[in-house]
């Protein structure tokens, strides 16, 4: 680890000698007086404390739907009432649907046991009836004819099986499509839809590049570091599918009965607690003691936010922006220094920038 971290540092640090001028577009900003060249960011840390991630939701990898940002707590509190009756009735709508689903669901699963029983009996019965045969074999080619028999009944017998077993196990996979197709649709109660989710992803991650942007520039910086591999590697090779993203319709059908957890919301959306000149030394106190609970919990909600992001590292909407080393200025020498190991080694400069035209063919596919 700490030697990837050198290489890296190493390489931006060369890199830093062939930057240009900050873009005319930041000539507006004035740079710190004495900037570094090279400067670091937990691009993890900065989404999990986005504000709109208080709105994401890991047990099904969606967005909840936003509230407005100046909206009261009894607002929020009504917006939840609405959304858990609109839920409700969207439940009972598709109540019949999803029980008869379930119920043939359910006989399928209850075939496909059956057959493999019914399998496993024949190919014991089998097995036992050239047993004794094999054993009591005359000679070595009656031996292997038995043999040879037996291994074709138990292939016959993984064929019939086989084609009917499959036949249940596709009936299933459609049902249970079936059922999730309708779980999906009743998110749109509390969800905002996948093509929304992918949307607000977007918007998140430009305005976080906009801000790394306009903060490198305003320091003077050349090079801006992405951190967040280097300090939770271990972490991010154990978790390579986005946390807590539902998998079959029954995870998903758990998620929806609980309803969204509007805590983190609550907790972000809460005014701080207004003074009352009149109020009482006594009043003052509790008012005192209630502002000071909020603050607290909100600190908590972001600590705890900052210890898990980790998690934001390996979601398939953010695999771009966080597998990028550099999120800020850069040079890529590359090419330059293959010329140049080419012309220490005597080599034509035509063959060294044949291998450039190469990478960057590698480049345009990816």
């Not at 509007?262 to 701080?272: D, R, S, V």
């Amino acid at each position: 680890m700490r030697k990837k971290i050198f290489v890296l540092l190493i390489t931006v640090a060369m890199m830093s000698y062939c930057f240009t001028a900050l873009s005319q577009q930041q000539g507006a900003l004035k740079p710190d007086p004495a900037p570094d060249r090279i400067a670091t960011v937990d691009l993890a840390a900065v989404f999990a404390m986005h504000p709109l991630m208080r709105y994401h939701d890991e047990k099904t990898g969606l967005f909840i739907k936003p509230f407005k940002k100046d909206a009261t707590i009894e607002e929020l509190h009504k917006a939840v009432q609405e959304r858990n009756s609109a839920f409700l009735k969207m439940k009972e709508a598709n109540s019949a649907e999803i029980e008869r689903i379930k119920s043939e669901i359910a006989q399928a699963e209850s075939e496909m046991k059956t057959l493999s029983g019914r399998k496993s009996v024949e190919t014991a019965s089998l097995s036992d009836r050239y047993e004794q045969e094999i054993k009591n074999a005359a000679d070595e080619d009656a031996r292997k004819a038995l043999i040879a028999k037996r291994t074709s009944g138990f292939l016959e017998i993984e064929e019939k099986f086989h084609k009917q077993i499959q036949a249940q196990t596709a009936k299933r996979d459609e049902l249970k499509a079936s059922l999730d197709k309708i779980y999906r649709s009743m998110t749109s109660a509390y969800y905002l839809s996948p093509e929304e989710t992918t949307a607000m992803f977007k918007n998140i991650s430009a305005e976080i590049k906009d801000a790394v942007n306009f903060v490198a520039a305003k320091k003077g910086v050349l090079s801006v570091i992405n951190i967040s591999r280097m300090k939770n590697e271990p972490a991010f090779e154990a978790k390579k599918h986005p946390a807590g993203a539902v998998r079959d319709s029954r995870e998903f059908e758990t998620a929806l009965e609980a309803g969204p957890d509007y805590t983190k919301i609550e907790i972000f959306l809460k005014a701080p607690e207004k003074k009352s000149e009149s109020s009482s030394e006594a009043e003052k106190k509790y008012e005192d003691s209630k502002a000071s609970m909020q603050k607290t919990a909100e600190i908590n909600e972001y600590k705890s936010a900052y210890e898990n992001r980790f998690k934001i590292i390996p979601m398939k909407e953010l695999e771009h922006i966080m597998n990028a080393n550099i999120v800020y200025g850069g040079c890529d020498i590359t090419e330059a220094v293959i010329v140049y190991v080419f012309y220490k080694n005597g080599i034509p400069r035509e063959k060294a920038e044949t291998v450039c035209d190469a990478l960057q063919e590698i480049e345009d596919i990816d």
